[in-house]
């Protein structure tokens, strides 16, 4: 049998038993590379290459730090701030849901976690105000999706990584397409909203209340704009403001809100490190796999396949997210990047796309995957929450799929929507 067909055929087969992505990566490696009559050596120098990627660093630090700020109660802070904002709208609590979800995840990068934090708070708000236990939870997973869009986006570090671009550069051309996605899925909100009758809040706005709750508030309201400032100025690195949203989270956590007990910080620091170990060791392998996929030159078979379909770059960006959407059914965001991101990247620069864009393109692609059953791991989130079966919640989730795919093929066509920020910041 051909090394690029066995390759494959062992990577699905594993899959399709339902083993875990890093093992069937390890399996599919180690097989071929003795099929090869490559020295077994490689699997732990390239395990060992995981260390020497700075940028992963930053990884660890979010998530931590996003724990944190769950737990400290600055989710809380921000929720009640957008809910005086907006939640005065028809249906303003599933838009304050989709804004609440919008600055969470500008301070933890990860959809799940967006979710559970949003969905926690405000599925049980939606519900006491008459609101269906389908939009409730419909509304709360999709917005838990700007989490893998928002910077710091724990996905598009990966992505950087493996792609060797900048992360800070990722982190700018992400910034216009995360608010033009949450400010099209609140207006889906609305619209849902309106035409079900739900109303908006029926509790008195004044500026001097607001704005007393804006100054208390302040620390948790300053995040974003305190760990994304200092990259954007050039102050610091993603790796080093990562290790600032810890530190600030434990400040705030400790001091300002006094919800951070030890307890809840040695909860956080174990949740993070389940959550790390399986993504080094997906990292891990993947280098090793990418090895193989390099010196098999499967990369330039599968380009040249594709170019001969089409050299047209719209085309091929279709094909793409084509793919990224069914396999994105079955595969889990930061596996579809590890395992394809060394095989498309080759093909999609060959017909002068921008791998900025092709980035941001594919984890707004991955945000659908997000919502689709049967892995959606946002749906299974929201599930827990609202106690709905999937089929329910995917049902709730369903008409913003539909805006996401419009989405997507809005930033096919104008791709500089997602470059001219970082082009001006000189950050790609």
Known sequence: MPVEILIWVLLFATL?????????????????????????????IDLFEVSKMYSLLAVPAFVLAGSLMEKGGMANQIVEIASMIVGRIKGGLGIVTILGSMFFAAMIGSGPGT??????LMIPSMLKAGYSREYAAGVS???????????????????????????TGLF????????????????????????????????????????????????????PFVILGVIYLGITTPVEAS???????????????????IRQIWESIKDTNITIAMLTVV??????????????????????????????????????????????????????????????????????????????IWIITNEV????????????????ISKLSLERVSKGALPYVFVLILLVIFFIFFPNVILFLPEMFGGI
């Open 16 to 44: 399709l038993l339902g083993v875990p992505v890093y093992v069937s990566l390890g399996i599919a490696s180690v097989i071929t590379l003795v099929y090869n009559g490559f020295p077994i050596t490689m699997v732990s």
């Open 115 to 120: 979710v559970a934090a949003m969905g926690g």
């Open 141 to 167: 997973a999709t917005g838990g999706t700007l989490g893998i869009l928002m910077p710091p986006s724990n996905p598009l570090i990966v992505y950087g990584v493996i792609a060797n671009l900048s992360i």
């Open 172 to 223: 700018a051309a992400g910034i216009v397409p995360a608010f033009i996605t949450g400010l099209v899925l609140m207006l889906t909100a609305y619209a849902l909203a309106k035409r079900a009758g739900y109303k908006g809040s029926t509790e008195d706005f004044t500026i001097t209340y607001f704005a007393k709750t804006v100054y208390h508030n302040k620390w948790s309201l300053a995040a």
């Open 243 to 261: 290790a600032i949203a810890v530190f600030y989270s434990l400040f705030v956590g400790i001091f300002i809100t006094k919800q951070l007990k």
């Open 283 to 360: 990292v891990g392998v993947s280098v090793l796999f990418g090895e193989l996929l390099t010196v098999e030159q499967i990369p330039q078979k599968f380009t040249e396949i594709l170019l001969n379909i089409s050299t047209n770059p719209y085309i091929v960006l279709f094909m793409i997210v084509l793919l990224l959407l069914i396999l994105g059914m079955f595969m889990e965001t930061l596996a579809t990047i590890v395992i394809l991101a060394p095989i498309l990247l080759p093909a999609v620069t060959s017909v002068g796309i921008n791998p900025y864009a092709f980035g941001i």
């Open 369 to 384: 995957a997000m919502l689709t059953p049967p892995l959606g791991v946002n749906l299974f989130v929201s599930m827990n």
